[in-house]
């Protein structure tokens, strides 16, 4: 069963679209949805759990997190120690070594880096889900299950994906408003990083920079100043942000986007430039709406689980 869900697309590479954004934004007229190509990794959830996954697109295959795995059928305090001790034990027992049939990718860690970390394409995970005895192994089987039927249909009909996006947000407790701005403000920033691509600016930590200028112009604290606020540590800010901080995020983007249009801006330097001067457009509407309400949009909420005590699988 899990071998013809999962066997690769033969021939040729698969391009995975994935729809961000709506047209039904109160202040951004005229936006258009766009597929665009998702090359990046992704968060799963299973039972409100978060697995990283990433999608290999040269083999047309998902690899996955075994550390997320073990954590989530183990319930241990310490996952990678369980996955260490797992793995001298099915060498001992089976003669077979693990760590020769997983790959290392590159995968954002708590502390909200990109760490090497071992991953496994599904054959391989399922061969690890036997090796750990849990009540949640079947479960997890059929949600891997899911996952690669999924893919498959995403591929026959890229639209899907938005579904898909929209009712994991609904499992999250987010509302149909929260969810319609979250995608469209993910629209609009897709905007802005293609014009950035355009203008010469490619690497990862030029685009972090402008991130920071336009976010600490209209928010008046650095975007891991709003995390801290938030109590946040590897999640993504914009997970946690409310419908205003949406708001205003994407109004500062989208006036940014337009100056650096309307100026020609080419490069990092004039690119910030615009960053600031969109940032500030965002600032002046956060200030004056502030004044209106008597309410601050900075705010410290997030949308955090509430802690729980993990057992150590024995």
């Known amino acids: 069963m899990y071998k013809e869900i999962f066997k690769s697309e033969p021939g040729k590479n698969v391009q995975f679209l994935l729809l961000f954004g709506l047209s ?158 979250r995608m469209t403000g993910q629209e609009t920033r897709n905007k802005l990083t293609d014009y950035w691509k355009q203008s010469g600016v490619e690497k990862s930590d030029e685009f972090a920079f402008l991130t920071n200028i336009i976010h600490t112009e209209w928010a008046g604290l650095s975007v891991q100043e709003h995390k801290n606020l938030k109590g946040l540590k590897a999640q993504n800010l914009r997970d946690h942000m409310s419908e205003a901080e949406l708001i205003f995020t994407a109004l500062a983007e989208l006036s940014t986007r337009q100056i650096a249009e ?27 709406l502030e004044d209106k309400t008597g309410r601050k949009v900075i705010t410290g909420e997030n949308f955090l689980p509430p802690p729980k005590q993990n057992k150590k699988l024995k």
């Open 24 to 181: 039904t934004s109160t202040f951004i007229p005229n936006l258009t949805i766009r597929k665009r190509v998702q090359m990046k990794n992704e968060v799963k959830l299973f039972e409100q759990q978060k697995v990283r996954t990433h999608w290999d697109e040269n083999e047309g295959k998902w690899y996955f997190s075994v550390i997320d795995v073990v954590s989530i059928l183990t319930e241990s305090v310490n996952p990678r120690d369980y996955w260490f001790k797992m793995k001298v034990r099915v060498k001992t027992e089976d003669g077979l070594e693990l760590s020769t049939v997983c790959r290392q990718l590159k995968m954002k860690a708590t502390d909200g880096k990109m760490r090497e970390t071992d991953v496994a394409e599904t054959q391989v995970l399922l061969r690890i889900i036997q090796s750990i005895p849990s009540p949640k192994a079947e479960p997890f089987k059929q949600w891997l299950a899911k996952v690669g039927y999924e893919r498959m249909q995403e591929i026959a009909d890229p639209e899907q994906s938005l579904d898909r996006a929209r009712e994991n947000w609904q499992k999250l407790g987010r509302s149909e408003k929260w969810i319609q701005q």
């Open 262 to 288: 309307t100026e020609k801006a080419k490069g990092l330097k004039q690119n910030a430039v615009a960053g600031k001067k969109g940032g500030k457009i965002a600032k002046d509407a956060r200030l004056a």
